[in-house]
T-cell receptor, first 112, second 110 residues
Framework: KAGVTQTPRYLIKTRGQQVTLSCSPISGHRSVSWYQQTPGQGLQFLFEYFSETQRNKGNFPGRFSGRQFSNSRSEMNVSTLELGDSALYLC???????????FGPGTRLLVL | KNEVEQSPQNLTAQEGEFITINCSYSVGISALHWLQQHPGGGIVSLFMLSSGKKKHGRLIATINIQEKHSSLHITASHPRDSAVYICAVSAGGGADGLTFGKGTHLIIQP
């Protein structure tokens, strides 16, 4: 079974731009969660989607949004990028909500 | 909001030593996860547990719900165990997603 894939793997943007990251979960997994990892704050939960519905959202501003499609693939969008948004963005999928998480390799975003 | 504390933050040990990493949390949970992150960023889920003890190869995870505490043990440690080990908890019903500890940076020297 193929693992969780994320595209792109690396991205450089400038302040004020927006970015869309994509995550394809393991086949059959219906839950996708997104996380941000920075050296200062560590890993932080962004949001979780299950069957196209957002179940939970972490403590992030409204510039961070996401969605899940009927095939369980998920995208997250960050608008009006700030320097502090530079981070590793990880997605993880699980069979059911908040069960054992299978992580993708991450997208490393650098905002200049 | 749950607070998750891990100790130690850094640990250097010799190959073959028995390793213990601790995790404590402040509020009742539905499950606790132990994750392993190697340099380069890849994260692997090692255990998800809500009670008792689980074992996988040389890794053992225990949880004490009453004391709000979990431990991850590595027996016969090996240099390939060098990684960051992260504890994460999920609240009852899955609300609020996962809350993570800061991680324990483990180095096993040959």
């Amino acid at each position: 079974k193929a693992g969780v894939t994320q595209t792109p793997r690396y991205l450089i943007k400038t302040r004020g731009q927006q970015v869309t990251l994509s995550c394809s979960p393991i086949s059959g997994h219906r839950s996708v969660s997104w996380y941000q990892q920075t050296p200062g704050q560590g890993l932080q939960f962004l949001f979780e989607y299950f069957s196209e519905t957002q179940r939970n959202k972490g403590n992030f501003p409204g510039r961070f949004s996401g969605r899940q499609f009927s095939n369980s693939r998920s995208e997250m969008n960050v608008s009006t990028l700030e320097l502090g948004d530079s981070a590793l963005y990880l997605c993880a999928s699980s069979l059911l909500a908040m069960e054992t998480q299978y992580f993708g390799p991450g997208t490393r975003l650098l905002v200049l | 909001k749950n607070e998750v504390e891990q100790s130690p933050q850094n640990l250097t040990a010799q190959e073959g030593e028995f390793i213990t990493i601790n995790c404590s949390y402040s509020v009742g949970i539905s499950a606790l996860h132990w994750l392993q992150q190697h340099p380069g960023g890849g994260i692997v889920s090692l255990f998800m547990l809500s009670s008792g003890k689980k074992k996988h190869g040389r890794l053992i995870a225990t949880i004490n719900i009453q004391e709000k505490h979990s431990s991850l043990h590595i027996t016969a440690s090996h240099p390939r165990d060098s990684a960051v080990y992260i504890c994460a908890v999920s609240a009852g019903g899955g609300a609020d997603g996962l809350t993570f500890g800061k991680g324990t940076h483990l180095i096993i020297q040959p």
